[in-house]
């Protein structure tokens, strides 16, 4: 009896020793040991606009349109502009706008197929495979940015017809200089989107996400010809978005909505008093 008792306490030694050898091989594996790098914070970026420096030249409009190759009856840089007053004191108001990429997105929260979704910079992206035209999301934005194409686009450009005779028609101008359905077409844009949005989908603002995956900033911010849009990361300290919006005193459009904007006014011009 003796023995077969010495027996099983060797056995289930050797067990625990198996187990033990185990365990210390399993914690040697550097994916599970705790040396594993906590993951980086991520970017949430945003864009400040100064009101001060936009002289409503419009450059940012031209740029986006022939960056984003966007459509002729589509803006997605456009601008609120007002005249207020009576003559001879009057005031011309203007406030470019785009789409507000917010935090708390009505327009993500409502797509039936997820095809409006925030990628991991914070940017409200629309995957155009996914999109079965419902316009769900044109009736939740609270800021009018979304657009929809009910046909094919670029309309003007797919004619066949010359405007006057002896002249090339747009389709044999798009064939000369090499052009994707319109002549200025942009191949970088397809990187990330199609480069021609197709019929029956929406469309609007991505902040050039194709540049901002390079390092690059938007195209409105780069060929603003008064620096008035500045572009960076939120949760860096550092970006001189935060630190203009420390500075100034910023607005948000409809901030009542609870949407969270990420596109900042700062320093609105006033007439009557220095604006330094």
């Given at each position: 009896m003796e023995k077969n008792k010495d027996k099983n306490v060797e056995k289930r030694r050797g067990f625990l020793n198996k187990a033990l050898i185990g365990t210390?091989?399993?914690?040697?594996?550097?994916?599970?040991?705790?040396?594993?790098?906590?993951?980086?914070?991520?970017?949430?970026?945003?864009?400040?606009?100064?009101?001060?420096?936009?002289?409503?030249?419009?450059a940012c409009t031209i740029a986006c349109k022939t960056e984003n190759n966007v459509q002729e009856g589509i803006l997605w840089a456009n601008k609120i502009s007002k005249t207020e007053g009576v003559f001879p004191n009057v005031r011309y108001d203007y406030l470019p706008t785009l789409c507000n990429h917010c935090e708390n997105a009505p327009c993500v929260k409502v797509c039936p197929t997820q095809a409006m979704y925030k990628n991991d910079d914070g940017i409200t992206m629309h995957d155009t495979d996914k999109c079965v035209g419902c316009r769900y999301c044109m009736v939740a934005c609270p800021y009018n940015v979304i657009s929809f194409n009910g046909e094919k686009t670029h309309k003007r450009w797919r004619d066949d017809k010359p405007i006057m005779a002896g002249t090339a028609s747009p389709i044999e101008l798009n064939t000369k200089v090499g052009g994707n359905v319109i002549p200025y077409y942009n191949p970088e844009r397809n990187e990330t989107?199609?480069?021609?949005?197709?019929?029956?989908?929406?469309?609007?603002c991505t902040l050039c996400d194709h540049l901002v995956?390079?390092?690059?900033?938007?195209?409105?911010?780069?060929?603003?010809?008064?620096?008035?849009?500045?572009?960076?990361?939120?949760?860096?300290?550092?970006?001189?978005?935060?630190?203009?919006?420390?500075k100034y005193t910023p607005f948000r459009l409809k901030e009542h909505l609870g949407t969270l904007p990420k596109v900042f006014y700062i320093r609105n011009y006033n007439p009557g008093k220095s604006n330094k």
């Open positions: 210390a091989a399993l914690f040697s594996i550097p994916a599970l040991s705790s040396t594993v790098e906590e993951k980086k914070e991520k970017r949430r970026l945003a864009m400040a606009i100064d009101l001060q420096k936009c002289t409503a030249c419009g989107l199609p480069g021609i949005r197709p019929k029956n989908v929406v469309e609007k995956k390079e390092g690059e900033e938007p195209r409105c911010v780069q060929r603003c010809p008064s620096k008035a849009r500045i572009f960076g990361d939120l949760n860096d300290s550092e970006s001189q978005v935060v630190k203009l919006l420390g």
